[in-house]
């Protein structure tokens, strides 16, 4: 038996890790906060001229550049500073592809450490309900990638469709809930001019979704529900697929027994759903499953055999866990 006293001491780079990560978002939430890109990008490129234009700190500020440097968010020659080439691109408000007001909502997930009195409580959610029309800062944001890189998204969704078996044909007709920019469903219209897209989710959202549709060619092709996923009627026998993309993890069970029932109703018989979700089986660090929690009312990361059970209760038979992800299910 081994000595106890002789075993080797564990690292603490994990913690450690942790740790500076907690320094890193304060110098990061602060500079959100007072808008430092942009006043770079306005031609206040010193801690002297900014600190003297806004009335700061000289030392704070002086201090804040240089820490933003060393996060590789400013670059510094002489004691001139300017945007490095991704802060350029996210983090100046005037550009299309500013992300800095969802940044500055996510940090307010676990309403600034009150998330271990929720769980013990059990009230949640703890700051903000992600899935509300006021948010919709947070999932502009957060699209930004998807419609910046149209190449890499279209590659992925023709991926996910094509292990799907699904095949786009002539007069196809699709209902994406909860849209978001819509690559994925938009991908299938794409390929087939055949192909008829509704595009459900809140009007400044749907902004978004027709300006990507129309870099991509499709706009005549889509058209648009404007509103609450809960109110909004899906119609009946309309569809011959349903596509639901990271929405599901929000809502209870019953919620979503609900929310299947109303895209069984909207799809034809022999009509396919299929639902991709952060799946409990597969944890993603950077959708982590207490955001869920934190964020929405009664959310979780649910595993397979519970989506089976919620999509049966709906009315879907030959329910499918697809190379792991998405899920699919058929109308009978």
Not at 64 to 75: A, G, P, V
Not at 101 to 123: C, D, H, P, Q, Y
Not at 167 to 177: A, T, V, Y
Request: proline content about 5%.
């Amino acid at each position: 038996m081994k000595n106890p006293s002789k075993q080797k001491i564990p690292e603490s780079k994990i913690i450690d890790d942790i740790d500076i990560n907690i320094y890193k978002t304060g110098i990061f939430r602060a500079a959100l906060e007072l808008e430092i890109w942009d006043k770079l990008a306005k031609g206040l490129d010193t801690a002297e001229i900014i600190a003297a234009k806004e009335g700061w700190d000289l030392p704070g500020t002086q201090m804040l550049l240089d820490d933003l440097c060393t996060l590789k968010l400013l670059k510094k020659h002489n004691h001139q500073y300017r945007p490095s080439r991704e802060a350029e691109y996210y983090l100046i408000p005037e550009k299309p592809t500013y992300m800095g007001k969802s940044l500055l909502k996510e940090f307010l997930w676990e309403g600034e450490g009150l998330l271990a009195e929720t769980i013990r409580s059990g009230k949640r959610p703890v700051q903000y309900n992600a899935t509300k029309k006021e948010m919709v800062d947070i999932w502009l944001g957060t699209y930004v990638p998807n419609v910046t890189d149209v190449d890499a998204v279209l590659n992925m969704s023709n991926e996910l469709w094509k292990t799907l078996g699904i095949q786009p044909h002539e007069g196809m007709r699709i209902l994406d809930i909860a849209c978001g920019p819509a690559p994925v469903s938009l991908a299938l219209a794409k390929q087939n001019a055949g192909v008829q897209v509704t595009l459900l989710d809140w009007e400044r959202i749907l902004e978004t979704s027709l300006h990507f549709a129309g870099n991509l060619e499709v706009d005549r092709q889509v058209t648009t529900l404007a509103g609450d996923l809960w109110t909004i009627d899906f119609g009946k026998n309309q569809f011959d697929l349903v596509f639901l993309g990271f929405i599901t993890h929000f809502f209870s069970p019953e919620e979503n027994v609900r929310l299947f029932k109303k895209a069984c109703d909207s799809l034809v018989s022999g009509g396919v759903i299929a639902i991709r979700a952060v799946r409990h089986e597969y944890p993603r660090p950077s959708a982590p499953e207490l955001w869920f929690y934190a964020v929405s009312k009664s959310g979780a990361a649910y595993d397979f055999a519970q989506y089976r059970d919620m999509l049966e209760r709906a009315g879907f038979t030959s329910v499918e866990d697809v190379a792991k992800q998405p899920i699919k299910a058929i109308k009978p």
